[in-house]
C-alpha cells in the first residue's frame, strides 16, 4: 500500500477548517482538569444568602494563611514562613459581603462562610421632556 501527502494548498484547506473551531479547547481543558485536580480537596456550597467553601489546608496554621476578598474573587495562599505552600483562587458568580464573611480553620480544614453582596439598585428614573 502506498500513501502520498497532498500537496500544500490542499492540506490548509483540509486541516484548517477542523481545528479553527477549537480555539484554545484543548488547552482550556488541560487546564481545567489540573485545576480541578489541584483543587479536589474543596467543596463548595451555596444558599440564599450565602457561599460555604471548605479546603483541605493539612500542615497550615490559621496564622500562615491569607484571605483575600475583592469583588467575587476570593484568593488563599499561605505566607513566606509557612511550612507549607499553598495558592488558590476562586470565582463566585455574586459579590461577596468580607464584613459579614468568616473563617474558620479546624484539623486542616478551611471553611470559608461568605455572604452574599446584596445588589444595590442604583438605577435613576430619567423624565422625558
Known sequence: MFFTTAPA????SVCRPAFAHGGRAVERFL??????ARHSGATYTQ????FTLSLDVPGIA?????????????????KDDAPRRY???YEFPQEVDSAQ????????????KLA???PVDTSAELPIQ
Open 87 to 89: 495558592h488558590a483562587a
Open 62 to 78: 490559621k496564622q500562615h494563611l491569607r484571605i483575600a476578598i475583592d469583588g467575587a474573587v476570593i484568593r488563599i495562599h499561605s
Open 47 to 50: 444558599d440564599d444568602t450565602s
Open 9 to 12: 494548498a490542499f492540506q490548509s
Open 101 to 112: 464573611s468568616e473563617a474558620t480553620l479546624d484539623n486542616g480544614v478551611l471553611t470559608l
Open 116 to 118: 452574599k453582596k446584596v
Open 31 to 36: 487546564n481545567d482538569a489540573l485545576l480541578s
